[in-house]
């Protein structure tokens, strides 16, 4: 035994089993052209220069000694801010296939040291909860048998489209139009809405691509899709132009970029398909945006207002004057009232058991379009860990809740709730949406879903990648540094965003057509939802099904 | 899918003329059900004032028929006159009839002195309280209409039995307007408020086809808090109601009901003359959306029948007739049957753009597009 001292290890030193991603690296294969040390985000594997050592006797001389070789290899780096976050770019360059990250599937050590610096860590993308959500379990089972045919998906007309904002009761609207008075402008979109993820979240390039995409789906493909802009502005460009009707702008607690905002309203060639107050997000409840220091580029400060490099968390809550609820009336009004009481206002917040307090507030306040619930599954751009993992409620118990709570009063067409937070996590974002909708929802916000099919984002509920918040995207989805957002081509994500679109529209169909409908949004059609579990079945009023 | 038929005449005809027509149809039903809904009575040995109002149903038990009666005298309604159903053995299947009954009521004098509107809830809210007291007691009372010169009669079996069972065969009963159903069983139990045509406050459709927007509907309709909006062993009586809603509580002309059930879409709606009106009552009245292979055939208080089709028109229906009697049918065979001394050649089928509206007195079909302009001053 040797003493301690000789031992270079400390409390903190890890090894390669001890991090959640190994490097796999096959020296043989390797040409050790530097293409996986260049792309890695996190300077995780260096190239290294190794000597070995080769005993040598030579029995019949009576000689011992030794031989030296030198070799080069990629290394893994063991200590925390350079561990393997598994994004994979390694073996994406690789051109002979030599190196992978595999996941650790040994309880790994760095859970325990995540607080360096005394600081806990955050991250961006999701909660990771692996594992089939109780969306995915849901199944459209009140299949048109008998006296109903079943519709044909492909050549019967289907209106698929959603109201975004708020309705009248019909009696109210026929009064106000005839004595010529003020009705609640609405927007007829499609129903899976991108959902907002500000600019300084997302790339210039991935913003772009966003938009470029949303306006192919309106003005070629026919499918009205909306973005929102999340909270940090937009830029002026799109403000002024005529691609501002295809999106909601967020107004949050930072008002990041609204000067730009209200500077640009005289300019407007079209109102914005909406706006939308942030009071919460799901994937962080109770805490305000966060722009790490390393994403605020010259660009995103002048468009937010702030200086370069600057840490932009924005409080948890909207200043108040004296509650909550007098605050959200007050913006709701003021709002309203800056663009001229033709866009429709609603609020985000996150999901939580004091949802249904706040809807019912806005069913009160005539000038709230909709209410938008993110739920637990949320995405974000950066986060503590602990606000990811634990703080939230589940998006589909709390839709339901409040939407049954509207159809006991009677307001279910008046009040659009909108609903948000892991829909597509697993991919089926179509089977996902549609579920929802037939819980209650008007609609449905996809965020992380879209960045991973349109861009390719590598984030998983592994923890795969997950570094949103620190500016370093190995795809260029969220980063503002130029040498990483130009990987990515604003014309590819464009277009991968009318074949999301269009994949969406054609599964909406086939989902539609054998419940035999086709003619408007089965939103609230719970007799078609069933689930191999009776306690979510009883929670959720809908069948049990075995 | 069950058959529908409607004949409406200047001359009271026998309702089993109608049920001729069923037969003409007769593959579409299994005999699980037979709905008919007779407007503009004429007895032959009573003299009705089509003002008093008829109340219509089964007493299941002399213990129901006693309490009938009571419950009857204790709101103040006084028997006028008595239908005596010349009942044949045998031809009805179910065994707990005690009594089908049609009886007219004069109006208490201090109902009769009120306002249109109050004399209408009184008289729903009389059908709707028998019908508790009917489920109070083990469903052995059931209550169709309460209404001023319309009668129902609903029952299980084969419409053909039926009328013969209930002597309707014998042209005691006729009247200008009659709607039958031949009921196919679908989804839900056999229960005789699911029988069509359905009923309220002098409205009365019937579908044949399910709505598959059902829940939302129904939903939707709960949420108005309005006591007749009840019922919904059937997914087809929300038709009914939503005819209400429309014409009642809305006020609006018979035309908006296709404008409420099946709008148009977005691009159609974008090149109607008053395309910004019939979109905002589109979102208003969006949960009412119905969905389904559905012919719709209504008729009202001043004996006006309207016929329209779902959006998809899986189901078509057919109108024929002439001047004085006109027919509507969800198959053409039906309406052969009821007026055969047309001419075929100006027989409609209505696309799903169109309301079909025979007015009360009979001249000539309306056919009405909803691409129409929209004949209300609220879209002016």
Known sequence: MVSARSVSVGPGSLSYTDLPWIIQHREDRCTLCGHCTAVCPKEAIYLAYRRQRMPKLDVLK????????????????????????????????????????????????????????????????RRNKTGSTLLDRMMFNRISMLTDPALDAGRHEFNVTTTLGRTLDPAEFLKRTKEGGWIPPTREIFPFVIGSMSFGALSPNMWLGLLQGVAYCNEVLGIPVVMCTGEGGCPPWVLKSPYLKYIILQIASGYFGWDEIIRAIPDMQCDPAAIEIKYGQGAKPGDGGLLMWYKVSKLIARL??????????????HQTLYSIEESVMKMIQTLSTAFGHKVPIYPKISASTSAKSVLNNLVRNPYAGGLLIDGIDGGTGAAFNVSLDATGHPIASNVRECYLDLVKQGKQNEIPIFAA????KNGNVTQNGMALIMLGASGVHIGKYIMQSAAGCLGNERNRCNVCNVGICPKGITSQNPKLYRRLDPDLVAERVGEVFMSIRTEMKKIMAPLGRSQSLPVGMSDALGIVDKDVADRLDIKYVC | MCRLALK?????????????????????????GLGLLLRGLQFDDYKYNPKNPILSGIAHSEKAWHRLNKFMDERGFELRYDHEFETQAGKIEAKDRYRYFLRVYKMPATLAAKSEEEIETELMMTRLALRKNG???????????????VVTIKEVGWPLDIGDGLGLNDSRIKSRVCMAQGRQNTNYGINLYACHPFFIQGIASMTNGENTAFVP?????????????????SDSETFTHILHYTLKQLQLPLQAFKHIITPLCNEELANHPQGEFLTGLRNTC?????????????????????????????RPA???????????????????????????????????????????????LTIWSQHDPYPLDQAA
């Open chain 2, 8 to 32: 409406t005449a200047s001359d009271p005809f026998s309702p089993y003329e109608v049920l001729t027509a069923m037969e003409a149809m007769q593959e579409g039903y299994d005999g699980s």
């Open chain 2, 318 to 364: 057919t109108v024929g007739g002439r001047e004085g009697v006109w027919s509507f049918a969800s198959e053409m065979c039906g309406v052969d049957a009821m007026i055969p001394d047309r001419d075929p050649a100006n027989d409609f089928q209505p696309m799903r753009e169109h309301t079909i509206i025979v007015p009360p007195e009979r001249k000539e």
């Open chain 2, 286 to 314: 969006r949960r009412l959306i119905i969905d389904g292979p559905n012919a719709v055939i209504a008729t009202l208080p001043d004996e006006s029948c309207m016929l329209v089709m779902d959006q998809k028109k899986l």
């Open chain 1, 421 to 424: 937070g892991g829909i597509g």
């Open chain 2, 217 to 233: 509907i129904r939903d939707w309709l709960l949420g108005k808090h309005f006591p007749g909006y009840t019922g919904y062993q």
């Open chain 1, 304 to 317: 937010r207002g702030v200086p370069e490099g600057v840490d932009l968390p924005s409080p948890p809550v």
């Open chain 2, 135 to 149: 489920e109070d007691h083990g469903n052995d009372l059931t209550a169709f209409s309460f209404w001023p010169d």
């Open chain 1, 62 to 125: 009576k000689k011992r000694g030794n031989e030296y070789r030198t070799f080069v290899g990629i290394r893994q780096r063991k200590n925390m801010a350079n561990a393997c976050i598994g994004c994979s770019m390694c073996s994406m360059v690789c051109p002979n296939e030599a190196i992978q990250p595999v996941p650790n599937d040994n309880e790994h050590r760095t859970l325990f040291f995540n607080n360096q610096k005394g600081v806990p860590t955050k991250r961006g993308g």
